[in-house]
């Protein structure tokens, strides 16, 4: 435990972080496993939509900084790559 009053500061502010943090970084995470289950299952528009929601909490967790920009893209990315793979399928 802390002795010094600005370490004491400092470890309340992180919690207040950690707790804010872990909103955001839920919320993607959620988004992204169930944009997965519908791209393996091969629900397309289902599957578009949600990848799109994921999207949108991926790019709201790197603005709020509880995800790294490039981890967020890297991320969307693969959902994207995945998508564009289901509608390929989709269309033969």
Do not use: P, W
Not at 29 to 45: I, M, P, Q, S, Y
Request: aromatic share 2%; glycine share 4%; charged share 40%.
């Amino acid at each position: 435990m802390a002795n010094i009053k600005s370490a004491i500061k400092r470890n309340k502010q992180n919690e207040r972080r950690r707790l804010r943090n872990r909103v955001f970084r839920g919320r993607a995470r959620t988004f992204v496993k169930d944009a997965k289950l519908n791209l393996d299952e091969g629900n397309l528009e289902e599957a578009r939509s949600i990848t799109m929601q994921a999207i949108s909490a991926l790019d709201k967790a790197a603005e709020k900084g509880s995800l790294h920009r490039n981890n967020a893209s890297r991320r969307k990315g693969r959902l994207m790559h995945r998508l564009a793979q289901l509608e390929k399928e989709k269309a033969q």
